[in-house]
């Protein structure tokens, strides 16, 4: 499967049949071989199904597919039973004019729904390429009939609202249906990442690296007080937590084994962040499992020792718990906790207390339902924009990270970091605060591997958690959009710190829409676990490599990085703190002035580079 | 000099305004005639002009001495803590005296020596030429006339002496009018534009009375419109909102309960009409105290129009509110967002942009002229015609251009600085932010069009300093008349060649004059493209700014593509002689050695080197002003010591082992 590589020119598609056979009989086996294991219950592909009809487009940004090609891609195919995509189809085709938003013109032609994807092409007068839509990115669908034809509004997770006029009732009717079906599937393995065949990318080169390991060997080269350890091999301590992490060196497996026990998940304490100037470090856990007996461990507290005896001698450690102390009292009763201050001698703890969850979302949402209203009052904007928090959390968001961020730089002391489960706002802290500290997170590099590192591997559930964005009718079960705070805090660190970011805005909003809804397979599961189950790195392309692809990296680069080996200090002051507009109001003004100001930017950068006569100065680190 | 007890205060502390931990600076206060100075233990002076000062408080007696609170006019606010009682009380009453002169006399104005001699002051006074400004929009013509009507300010007192008017327009109609319009403003030109054919005119409101009409004024409102031949039917418009009226009627109850008794009486059946009816008889109301707008049945061809832009008493409070929530120590996102609606200062903002953007569209789009006024023409109607003019026409938007523009609309149409901006002691009620609301909306524009104006957001807080800081003359006094009284360009200089010397500090690196998408500007009210102005309002609070400017930067990188693209020429020309002198067949020595390694190439390439260093540095310096000691997290810090005393103890952001 690795090397087949789905050109769009004619003859790509004519030995048609073979390439998809080799496709398929690859990922029935893969089904077949887990399912004997018992692993598909845990994996969130619960479907065991074999995709029938699917639609391994190229790269949406180059569709040059006709129709004609892509429903053949459609049609009958054998199938091994199961679910099938054609079954969910209801409607082959339907004619439909498109209207993207105030600024770009409706386009006119044949609306289609096809596994993964909607598609509007031109006809034949047209010359305009085809419009793709993925349809995992649609968000909520609303339908209104009227005489002889229906409008379809399309409300996608990167908070852009389509509206789709379409000709016939029936027809309106069998197309939102088929969206509705098509874009809530669950299923892991039958998701488009896994029929996603870029040009110019291949498989298996993608997931170029490894950051618990690699980051170990920068850690290493700074001190010797910490290991790499392989004891989660099999997932067996810690569901969430990669297979490789970094523990104290004086803390054996079996040790660390005793106290995955004591913590909620399995997430005892790792190195997040070792701080070479101080010679201290950031760790992150999940919070203990003390109860109401307050029950102790051993070799919990040994390993906090050990922290502090492998940092500068004297070093104080603080405990950062992201709950306010009622809230961590009251974890108590349902098998959780805090730490004991005498069982842990030399930490105090703090408590800062974020939002998380369901406020969070709705706040999210409450936000975006602000910023598509354009004819409200000045009066009536700034109390939406008040009452929906969101600037609130962003301000808690950074002055937490810069709380533990100072922890470590200030005052040389070790901070650990949990809340409740420790894959929510403690990743928000533990990342922002290296943003803070550590120069080379600043980079391009940098920067992808610190979201590798501190988000996906470190087990934030972005299938949970990104699941619906904004728009979504359905009650939130686990959706939270912390991840895009996380986004939103970088973007108010950047916009402070114009200078000492290597990426710009670009880059954030495009794993805003990733993690949402995306082609590459970076994003998909909650675990590294379920990703292993799902074999997500060999048969899915990674956002990575598809960022750092020359013309893609050149776009998302800040023409104006001067790298800068100093802590970045924001101000939290709420008068400091901005909207991103550039996200969520993205699609609902014309391009912001900034974006035109960049564009000359850049083009004096281009002359610069013309004068200078060689590329610009900034190096990629690492 | 003779309200100056002390001079010299040591062991001073001035508090950081929003920390709550009560960090300070050290250092020591002097007293001068003209500034207050302190100097920190850093070296690091703060300077304060005593016309800056808006307001000196001392508060209660404290363990470490007497705290002296100085809010300033340019929104800095320091809080001094003066060890001894009796130099705090002294300096408290110097700086009394200080700030509120009398006279205009004692102002800095005239006092202030910038080693300039007598030609070249009066030069700097003549390099804005208002006659040249109205020749550059093309008057007059065959439609407008210069007018010598208020050669000797006779007609009116607060206008200016030249003055530009319909050809129609005969002195008995003028004169007639000024008597029928508040103060005596009469309609005059304040923008013609010249493709449009169309004009921007300006004037008080009429003191029609309850039944009164003045023929020369709609004769002269006649005039206007037919100076413009395009289109014969003209706006008025009324700045002011249609409420106030309404509110101010309520208070006029007699009047008002007599029209109602006529007016029952004559459109008694007539319900439709009921909210025309409403609308008139507020108009009557306002008319029966002489004060008002104009009867449309009178005036042929116009089209009345309301904007509702608030009158000074509430535009003062409105930024009094913004400052008190932004003042607050700890503020939180929630009181900051209900605070800034609850101040209603950007929702006047959106009202004075509005009103300039109906203006723009009218001449635009309808190529229709407008009359533009409020009560006296001199506050909101100065807002709204040099808005709209800016919005028109490309040229106010260089430096040079926006310099004209306010010395046309704000300073000779008497626009009243020295009772807005407080500048002698005089009735607190007349002073209001309207300036500072204009430079406000121009700052918005800049936002939206970043690439339509050549000055930048520092050329704005230049000159808003300026109009509070009495230190040049342009802005002294209420009107011409009173200007020219004062032997103002005998005795003070002009700012403005004064900030065309530094012209460099104010350019916009993005400034793009040549694109003809910014020749109108058609800015967007919708609500989100309306922010605080941190930088205006916390320009001295320098923890809440961004730690980096994009600005600099580019223009450091503009100034190496100039330099190396010089470079580039000079090299072409030398290799260019360099043939010349080979196909002569003659290859010198000298000639050898200017393709050297030595050779200029490598000179400006160490150059470009070193000067790519420079934005390096910036940044580096930048930085290191930001530790964390200067953020408020900084005390949520505090927390690290808080319940185990002996752990760390913070001071001035340094941790230190107590215990």
């Known amino acids: 499967m690795d090397e087949i590589e789905f050109s769009s020119t004619g003859s790509g598609w004519g030995p048609r049949s073979e390439v998809l056979a080799v496709g398929w009989g690859n990922s029935c086996e893969t089904v077949r071989w887990l399912l004997?294991?018992?692993?598909?219950?845990?994996?969130?592909?619960?479907?065991?199904?074999?995709?029938?009809?699917?639609?391994?487009?190229?790269?949406?940004?180059?569709?040059?597919?006709?129709?004609?090609?892509?429903?053949?891609?459609?049609?009958?195919?054998?199938?091994?039973?199961?679910m099938e995509f054609s079954e969910l189809i209801r409607t082959g085709r339907a004619q439909a004019k498109l209207l993207r938003g105030p600024e770009a013109p409706p386009l006119?032609?044949?609306?289609?729904?096809?596994?993964?994807?909607?598609?509007?092409?031109?006809?034949?007068?047209?010359?305009?390429?085809?419009?793709?839509?993925?349809?995992?990115?649609?968000?909520?669908?609303?339908?209104?009939?009227?005489?002889?034809?229906?409008?379809?509004?399309?409300?996608?997770?990167?908070?852009?609202?389509?509206?789709?006029?379409?000709?016939?009732?029936?027809?309106?009717?069998?197309?939102?249906?088929?969206?509705?079906?098509?874009?809530?599937?669950?299923?892991?393995?039958?998701?488009?990442?896994?029929?996603?065949?870029?040009?110019?990318?291949?498989?298996?080169?993608?997931?170029?690296?490894?950051?618990?390991?690699?980051?170990?060997?920068?850690?290493?080269?700074?001190?010797?007080?910490?290991?790499?350890?392989?004891?989660?091999?099999?997932?067996?301590?810690?569901?969430?937590?990669?297979?490789?992490?970094?523990?104290?060196?004086?803390?054996?497996?079996?040790?660390?084994?005793?106290?995955?026990?004591?913590?909620?998940?399995?997430?005892?304490?790792?190195?997040?962040?070792?701080?070479?100037?101080?010679?201290?470090?950031?760790?992150?856990?999940?919070?203990?499992?003390?109860?109401?007996?307050?029950?102790?461990?051993?070799?919990?507290?040994?390993?906090?020792?050990?922290?502090?005896?492998?940092?500068?001698?004297?070093?104080?450690?603080?405990?950062?718990?992201?709950?306010?102390?009622?809230?961590?009292?009251?974890?108590?009763?349902?098998?959780?906790?805090?730490?004991?201050?005498?069982?842990?001698?030399?930490?105090?703890?703090?408590?800062?207390?974020?939002?998380?969850?369901?406020?969070?979302?709705?706040?999210?949402?409450?936000?975006?339902?602000?910023?598509?209203?354009?004819?409200?009052?000045?009066?009536?904007?700034?109390?939406?924009?008040?009452?929906?928090?969101?600037?609130?959390?962003?301000?808690?968001?950074?002055?937490?990270?810069?709380?533990?961020?100072?922890?470590?730089?200030?005052?040389?002391?070790?901070?650990?970091?949990?809340?409740?489960?420790?894959?929510?706002?403690t990743l928000l802290v533990t990342s922002l605060a290296q943003l803070i500290l550590d120069p080379l997170s600043r980079t391009m590099t940098g920067f992808q591997e610190l979201v590798e590192r501190e988000w996906i591997q470190a087990g934030h559930p972005f299938q949970l958690r990104c699941a619906h964005s904004a728009f979504s009718h359905a009650c939130p079960k686990h959706e939270a959009p912390t991840f895009l705070l996380f986004l939103d805090c970088v973007w108010q660190l950047g916009r402070q710190f114009p200078l000492s970011l290597e990426f710009g805005e670009g880059l954030l909003l495009a794993l805003f829409e990733h993690a949402y809804a995306s082609p590459f397979g970076t994003f998909l599961c909650s675990s590294e676990k379920e990703r292993c189950l799902c074999e997500v790195r060999t048969r899915t392309h990674s956002l990575w490599s598809g960022l750092n692809q020359p013309k893609v990296r050149r776009k998302l680069r800040n023409p104006l990085y001067v790298p800068n080996p100093l802590a970045i200090w924001p101000s939290v002051e709420p008068q400091s703190l901005r909207l991103w507009q550039g996200l969520f109001l993205r699609w609902i003004r014309p391009p912001e002035p900034s974006q035109v100001a960049w564009e000359k930017v850049w083009q004096r950068l281009a002359s610069k580079e013309k004068t200078e006569g060689c590329e610009p100065t900034s190096k990629p680190q690492l | 000099m003779e309200h100056i007890r002390t001079t010299k205060v040591e062991q001073v502390k001035l508090l950081d305004r929003f920390s709550t931990s009560n960090k300070s600076l050290t250092g020591t206060l002097y007293l001068t005639a003209t500034h207050l100075l302190f100097i920190d233990s850093h070296q690091k002076e703060t300077w304060i002009l005593h016309h800056h000062i808006a307001l000196v408080e001392k508060l209660a007696l404290t363990t470490s001495g007497c705290p002296l609170v100085i809010q300033c006019k340019n929104f800095r606010i320091v809080h001094f803590i003066v060890p001894r009682e009796r130099d705090c009380h002294d300096i408290y009453n110097s700086l009394l005296q200080l700030s509120k002169q009398a006279k205009y006399e004692d102002l800095y104005a005239f006092s202030y020596n910038p080693k300039q001699n007598d030609s070249e002051r009066l030069q700097g006074w003549e390099l804005i030429d208002l006659a040249e400004e109205y020749k550059r929009m093309g008057v007059p013509n065959s439609n407008w006339q210069l007018s010598d009507a208020n050669r000797e300010y006779k007609i009116c007192e607060t206008y200016p002496k030249e003055l530009y008017v319909p050809r129609i327009a005969s002195k008995p109609i003028i004169v007639g009018s000024s008597k029928f319009r508040s103060k005596g403003r009469f309609p005059v030109l304040s923008y013609y534009h010249q493709n449009k054919e169309a004009a921007i005119c300006r004037c008080s409101q009429p003191l029609s009375g309850f039944s009164a009409r003045c023929l020369e004024d709609e004769h002269l409102l006649q005039a206007i419109s037919k100076a413009n031949?395009?289109?014969?039917?003209?706006?008025?418009?009324?700045?002011?909102?249609?409420?106030?009226?309404?509110?101010?009627?309520?208070?006029?109850?007699?009047?008002?309960?007599?029209?109602?008794?006529?007016?029952?009486?004559?459109?008694?059946?007539?319900?439709?009409?009921?909210?025309?009816?409403?609308?008139?008889?507020?108009?009557?109301?306002?008319?029966?105290?002489?004060?008002?707008?104009?009867?449309?049945?009178?005036?042929?061809?116009?089209?009345?129009?309301?904007?509702?832009?608030?009158?000074?008493?509430?535009?003062?409070?409105?930024?009094?509110?913004?400052?008190?929530?932004?003042?607050?120590?700890?503020?939180?996102?929630?009181?900051?967002?209900?605070?800034?609606?609850?101040?209603?200062?950007?929702?006047?903002?959106?009202?004075?942009?509005?009103?300039?953007?109906?203006?723009?569209?009218?001449?635009?789009?309808?190529?229709?002229?407008?009359?533009?006024?409020?009560s006296d023409g001199w506050d909101r109607t100065s807002q709204v015609c040099s808005l709209g003019s800016l919005l028109l026409d490309s040229y106010y938007r260089t430096i040079k251009g926006f310099m004209v523009l306010i010395e046309k609309d704000w300073i000779s149409f008497g626009h009243k600085f020295s009772e807005r901006c407080g500048h002698l002691d005089g009735d607190p009620k007349e002073v209001s932010p309207v300036f500072t609301q204009f430079l406000e909306c121009v700052w918005h524009l800049t936002e939206q069009f970043p690439q339509a104006f050549e000055f930048n957001e520092a050329f704005l807080l230049q000159i808003h300093e300026h109009i509070h800081s009495c230190q040049f003359g342009n802005f002294l006094g209420n009107c011409q008349k009173e200007r020219e009284e004062l032997k103002l360009k005998e005795k003070t200089y002009s700012l403005w060649p004064f900030l065309l010397d530094d012209q460099k500090k104010y350019l916009n690196p993005l400034y793009s004059y040549k694109s003809p998408k910014f020749a109108v500007l058609e800015p967007n009210t919708v609500s989100f493209n309306f922010k605080f102005w941190r930088n205006m309002y916390h320009q001295f609070d320098r923890t809440l700014h961004p730690r980096q400017?994009?600005?600099?930067?580019?223009?450091?990188?503009?100034?190496?593509?100039?330099?190396?693209?010089?470079?580039?020429?000079?090299?072409?020309?030398?290799?260019?002689?360099?043939?010349?002198?080979?196909?002569?067949?003659?290859?010198?020595?000298?000639?050898?050695?200017?393709?050297?390694?030595?050779?200029?190439?490598?000179?400006?390439?160490?150059?470009?080197?070193?000067?790519?260093?420079?934005?390096?540095?910036?940044?580096?310096?930048?930085?290191?002003?930001?530790?964390?000691?200067?953020?408020?997290?900084?005390?949520?810090?505090?927390?690290?010591?808080?319940?185990?005393?002996?752990?760390?103890?913070?001071?001035?952001?340094?941790?230190r082992m107590t215990c």
């Open chain 1, 108 to 425: 006119r032609g044949t609306l289609c729904v096809t596994g993964h994807h909607l598609l509007l092409s031109p006809g034949p007068q047209g010359t305009s390429d085809l419009w793709l839509l993925l349809l995992r990115s649609v968000d909520s669908i609303e339908k209104r009939v009227s005489g002889d034809s229906g409008t379809i509004t399309l409300r996608c997770k990167d908070l852009r609202v389509l509206q789709l006029d379409i000709e016939g009732v029936e027809a309106t009717l069998d197309i939102a249906r088929s969206i509705e079906a098509l874009s809530s599937l669950e299923s892991v393995i039958t998701s488009f990442p896994f029929f996603y065949r870029p040009k110019g990318l291949r498989l298996g080169d993608a997931w170029h690296f490894h950051p618990p390991e690699r980051y170990y060997k920068r850690v290493a080269r700074e001190t010797n007080a910490w290991r790499l350890s392989e004891v989660n091999e099999d997932f067996s301590l810690c569901l969430s937590y990669p297979r490789a992490v970094i523990v104290p060196r004086a803390v054996d497996d079996d040790a660390l084994a005793r106290c995955a026990r004591f913590r909620q998940g399995g997430r005892f304490p790792v190195l997040s962040y070792h701080h070479a100037p101080s010679g201290t470090v950031l760790l992150r856990s999940s919070q203990p499992l003390t109860g109401p007996q307050k029950r102790r461990c051993a070799e919990d507290e040994e390993l906090l020792r050990a922290v502090l005896a492998g940092a500068r001698p004297g070093a104080p450690g603080f405990i950062l718990d992201t709950r306010s102390a009622q809230a961590a009292k009251q974890a108590r009763v349902t098998g959780g906790g805090t730490e004991a201050k005498a069982a842990y001698p030399g930490w105090k703890r703090l408590h800062r207390p974020l939002e998380r969850g369901r406020p969070l979302q709705e706040s999210f949402v409450r936000l975006v339902e602000a910023c598509g209203d354009l004819e409200q009052s000045m009066d009536g904007w700034l109390s939406q924009l008040e009452a929906c928090h969101w600037l609130a959390h962003v301000k808690e968001a950074l002055s937490t990270a810069c709380l533990a961020a100072r922890g470590v730089e200030r005052e040389e002391a070790c901070v650990l970091v949990h809340g409740a489960e420790g894959t929510d706002s």
């Open chain 2, 229 to 374: 031949p395009v289109n014969r039917y003209m706006y008025v418009m009324d700045t002011r909102p249609k409420h106030r009226m309404q509110s101010w009627w309520a208070t006029q109850k007699d009047i008002g309960r007599i029209i109602v008794r006529i007016s029952s009486k004559i459109w008694n059946d007539e319900k439709i009409r009921e909210s025309d009816e409403k609308k008139r008889l507020n108009a009557m109301a306002n008319r029966a105290a002489g004060k008002g707008y104009e009867n449309e049945d009178n005036y042929s061809n116009i089209r009345f129009q309301f904007v509702g832009i608030e009158n000074i008493h509430v535009m003062r409070s409105s930024l009094q509110k913004l400052l008190e929530v932004n003042g607050t120590k700890g503020l939180s996102v929630s009181d900051f967002y209900s605070g800034l609606e609850s101040s209603g200062w950007l929702r006047h903002i959106k009202a004075v942009m509005d009103a300039a953007i109906f203006l723009a569209k009218a001449i635009m789009v309808e190529n229709a002229s407008v009359l533009v006024h409020c």
């Open chain 1, 36 to 82: 004997p294991r018992g692993l598909l219950n845990s994996c969130p592909a619960g479907v065991a199904s074999c995709p029938a009809s699917s639609c391994p487009f190229p790269s949406p940004r180059s569709p040059r597919l006709t129709l004609l090609e892509s429903v053949l891609l459609l049609g009958p195919r054998p199938t091994t039973g199961g």
């Open chain 2, 549 to 655: 400017s994009v600005f600099n930067v580019i223009m450091n990188m503009d100034e190496q593509n100039q330099q190396l693209e010089k470079d580039i020429k000079d090299l072409e020309s030398k290799i260019k002689q360099c043939k010349n002198k080979q196909t002569d067949g003659i290859l010198t020595k000298e000639l050898l050695h200017s393709v050297h390694p030595e050779s200029p190439t490598l000179k400006t390439s160490l150059c470009f080197k070193e000067q790519t260093l420079l934005p390096v540095n910036h940044a580096l310096r930048t930085i290191e002003g930001s530790n964390p000691a200067d953020n408020r997290y900084s005390e949520y810090a505090e927390e690290f010591s808080k319940s185990e005393p002996g752990v760390v103890s913070l001071e001035y952001g340094v941790a």
